[in-house]
C-alpha cells in the first residue's frame, strides 16, 4: 500500500532554512553520484553505513578488499554520512517530499540549531536498530528515511490535529484526500511495523530490501527527543 502526502495546513512561522539545506545536501548528493556513473557503487560502498564492518562481522574476501581501500572512513561516520545517499531517483525524491512537507514545521516548533541536532541523532539511532537487525549484512544500508521517519515522529506528536491531503489509489483510480496527521502517520508506522516483522521472518525478496527497521527506529527516536526535550504540542491556528 501506497500513500503519497501532497501538502498540510500547518503554517510556520519561521522559515525554515535548516529543512531546505538539508533537501538541497541530499539532492546535491545524489546529483553527484549520478555523475560518477559506474563508480558510483565503489562511493556508496565506501561511504555507505555497511552492518558488517560497523560490528565487526566480517564480509567475505570481496568485502574485505572494499574495506581495505585506501581513505576509507571509519565505520562509525558511515552513520552519519549514509544519510545523505540514495539508491535511486524515486527513492530520494520520495524521502525528499516527506521531508519538504512534515520537517518545515517541526523546525519551527524546534527551532533551526535543536532540529539540526534533532535530524542527524534520528538517522544516527535509526541506522544503528537497522543494523542490529542486519549485523552480517555486508549491502550497504543507505537514505535519509531514517531521519525523515524522526521528523515524522516528532510531527505526530507535535501536530495531531494537522491535516495531511493525500494521493489515496482506490481501485484504479487516485483520489486526493484530507487525512489528520495522528491517523496518517499512525498508518505509516504499522506498515512500516508490518514489513520490519515480515523482514524478519520472511524471505527479503518479499520486503523489497528496504530497511524497515530503519524506518521503525527513527519514528521511536522522534518520539523520545520531542518527550526528553519537553517540546510541547502547539495549539491549532485557524486562518
Do not use: C
Not at 531517483?89 to 519538504?100: A, E, F, I
Not at 524497515?212 to 519514528?219: L, Y
Amino acid at each position: 500500500m501506497t500513500i503519497i502526502p501532497l501538502r498540510d495546513n500547518v503554517p510556520t512561522r519561521r522559515y525554515p532554512y535548516v529543512n531546505k539545506v538539508l533537501v538541497a545536501i541530499n539532492l546535491l548528493v545524489f546529483l553527484y553520484e549520478v555523475v560518477l556513473g559506474r563508480e558510483a557503487g565503489l562511493f556508496i560502498y565506501r561511504w555507505g553505513l555497511v552492518p558488517a564492518r560497523l560490528w565487526g562481522a566480517g564480509g567475505g574476501l570481496e568485502m574485505g578488499a572494499l574495506w581495505a581501500l585506501p581513505g576509507l572512513p571509519p565505520a562509525w561516520l558511515t552513520l552519519v554520512t549514509s544519510m545523505f545517499l540514495h539508491a535511486g531517483w524515486l527513492h530520494v525524491g520520495s524521502n525528499m517530499l516527506y521531508l519538504w512537507i512534515f520537517g518545515d514545521n517541526v523546525e519551527d516548533r524546534l527551532g533551526h540549531l535543536r532540529y539540526l541536532v534533532f535530524y542527524l541523532l534520528g538517522g544516527v539511532g535509526a541506522g544503528l536498530l537497522q543494523s542490529i537487525f542486519s549485523a552480517g549484512a555486508s549491502v550497504p544500508t543507505i537514505g535519509a528515511s531514517g531521519a525523515v521517519a524522526a521528523v515524522l515522529g516528532a510531527y505526530w506528536l507535535l501536530f495531531p490535529w494537522a491535516k495531511v491531503s493525500t494521493l489515496v489509489p482506490v481501485f484504479f483510480f487516485l483520489t486526493i484526500a484530507e487525512i489528520p496527521a495522528v491517523v496518517f502517520l499512525l498508518l505509516w508506522f504499522l506498515i512500516q511495523l508490518y514489513n520490519g516483522a515480515l523482514a524478519i521472518t520472511a524471505s527479503p525478496t518479499l520486503v523489497g530490501g528496504v530497511a524497515w527497521w530503519a524506518h521503525i527506529g527513527g519514528f521511536v527516536v522522534g518520539l523520545l527527543l520531542v518527550r526528553w526535550w519537553g517540546i510541547r504540542r502547539q495549539p491549532p491556528v485557524w486562518w
